[in-house]
């Protein structure tokens, strides 16, 4: 259900040919049949949530075909030209350097990228703002970018909760609870839920569900008897935060009232309609 200030709403893609129309419309229709509650304050902030997710499966894409190797930590590399590799394993952009034109050559230069599977979910989900951002605002927001694992910059906001239905754009986790200590990188997967029962995982490609778990449970220690399995958590963008700084959005929505004056009560990251 979508709640829009104090009013269940149903969304409405207004022109039939703009941009990825099928693939925005499966997302409304997802929000708008599943129990949990999508609360906005604005129809733009919805309108900016549909894009972006629609952004966050279109750079999955692109950065799975950019040629990025999967590494670890210890043996992560990066295009010197713009980044420096820290002690740790993560990637700090260097101080003459632009955050736009760096995620970008991410993008263009793969080969010469080797990162895990957490560090790949937040490059792609930089790609996705700074496509519906002006270099200028995702410049001035990012200026002192850090790629490493899940220490993101403090200004970009995003939700992490258990539980709620999977809409495409989410980020979520498969756990390996017996994987062999001789490859401890296997011991979970960070994917992005594409559609259709397809994820994006730096290092799996594209699989289904079913086929993820079967990578994982190849890497566990022998005699294991525990299965991985998707987890409860998910994580996504707080879209009243982040859709302020968008300008380049090409989602137009109208939306009809179905109730008025609903009660929302929030306990946590999660949201429901008395």
């Known amino acids: 259900m979508i709640v829009i200030g104090r009013s269940v709403v149903l969304p409405l893609l207004e022109d039939s040919t703009e941009p990825f129309f099928d693939e925005k419309q499966k997302i409304l229709d997802g929000m708008t049949s599943n129990q949990e509650v999508y609360a906005y304050q604005t129809v733009n902030q919805l309108a900016f949530d549909v894009q972006f997710r629609v952004s966050v499966i279109l750079a999955c894409i692109d950065l799975f075909n950019s040629g990025i190797q999967f590494r670890t930590f210890k043996y992560a590399y990066c295009n010197n030209t713009f980044w420096e590799i820290t002690p740790q394993g993560g990637f700090r952009l260097k101080r003459d350097k632009l955050p736009a034109f760096a995620i970008r050559d991410i993008f263009k230069n793969g080969s010469k990228y080797g990162t895990e599977c957490a560090t790949a979910m937040i490059i792609v989900i930089y790609k996705a703002l700074l496509d519906l951002y002006t270099e200028k605002a995702f410049n001035e927001l990012f200026a002192d970018l850090l790629l490493y694992t899940w220490d993101y910059d403090k200004d970009l906001k995003l939700v ?89 959005l090409q989602t137009t929505l109208k939306v009809v009232p179905i109730r008025e004056d609903a009660i929302i009560a929030t306990i946590g990251h999660t949201t429901s309609v008395v």
């Open 160 to 248: 992490t909760k258990n539980g709620g239905e999977l809409l495409p754009g989410d980020l979520v986790y498969f756990k390996n609870p017996q994987v062999n200590p001789a490859t401890i990188e296997w011991q979970g997967e960070n994917t992005i839920y594409l559609n259709d029962n397809l994820f994006y995982g730096h290092g799996v490609g594209v699989k289904t569900k079913e086929d993820i778990i079967i990578t994982l449970n190849t890497r566990r220690f022998p005699g294991a008897f525990l299965s991985a399995y998707l987890s409860d958590l998910t994580t996504r963008i707080n879209s009243v935060e982040m859709s302020q700084y968008a300008t380049k």
